[in-house]
């Protein structure tokens, strides 16, 4: 059984371009989570999405930032008109219906130039 | 989420056991103790949870004391691989119907150094 897959693992953009993360969870995991860890700071969390709905937004900036966990495909992270402070570590996790542990990605670095 | 107190950092001789102390005065009945692990640059990974019994696994055992209070993660022989943030993490168990209580709050962890 695969474990949780992102992609890109590193991303590049120039202030002002989009950031588009893709999260797999394992397979038969129905909840996704993002956490964002900044240089030399600990993992925060953003958002917690089932399939076709957001149950948690509370720790998503307000503007720029969307997520979304579709019927079918990856979990997408969007980050537009990228600032450099949205440079940072972008980890998902994935956990099965009715269970309490999360399992984490290998995360996509985003570096904004 | 309840919260934890961890020490800031710990070392380990390379063979030995290492043991991670966390303090979680205010936990309540129905809140687990979870352990997870982030090795530079990686993704945080899972070591093993508990909720008042004692448990033991392939990479760590937990205990956890009668009241609750504290416990302690164990890793019984630790390598150079073994160096990483450890997190001690306390939260609710899954609501009555069966959905995830959500993020994980991961505070500052400690900095365990496992040295030849």
């Known amino acids: 059984n695969a474990g949780v897959m992102q992609n890109p693992r590193h991303l590049v953009r120039r202030r002002g371009q989009e950031a588009r993360l893709r999260c797999s969870p394992m397979?038969?995991?129905?909840?996704v989570y993002w956490y964002r860890q900044l240089p030399e700071e600990g993992l925060k969390f953003m958002v917690y999405l089932q399939k076709e709905n957001i149950i948690d937004e509370s720790g998503m900036p307000k503007e720029r930032f969307s997520a979304e966990f579709p019927k079918e495909g990856p979990s997408i992270l969007r980050i537009q008109q990228v600032v450099r402070g949205d440079s940072a570590a972008y980890f998902c996790a994935s956990s099965p219906l009715g269970q309490e542990t999360q399992y984490f990605g290998p995360g996509t670095r985003l570096l904004v130039l | 989420d309840a919260k934890t107190t961890q020490p800031t950092s710990m070392d380990c001789a390379e063979g030995r056991a290492a043991n991670l102390p966390c303090n979680h005065s205010?936990?309540?009945?129905?809140?687990?103790v979870y352990w997870y692990r982030q090795i530079h640059s990686q993704g945080p990974q899972y070591i093993i949870h508990g909720l008042k019994n004692n448990e033991t696994n392939e990479m760590a055992s937990l205990i956890i004391t009668e009241d609750r209070k504290s416990s302690t993660l164990i890793l019984p022989h630790a390598t150079l691989r073994d160096t990483a943030v450890y997190y001690c993490?306390?939260?609710?168990?899954?609501?009555?119907?069966?959905?995830?209580?959500?993020?994980?709050?991961f505070g500052k962890g400690t900095k365990l150094s496992v040295k030849p």
């Open positions: 397979k038969g995991h129905s909840h």
């Open positions: 205010t936990i309540s009945g129905n809140e687990y």
């Open positions: 993490i306390v939260r609710l168990r899954t609501n009555l119907y069966g959905g995830s209580q959500g993020n994980l709050i």
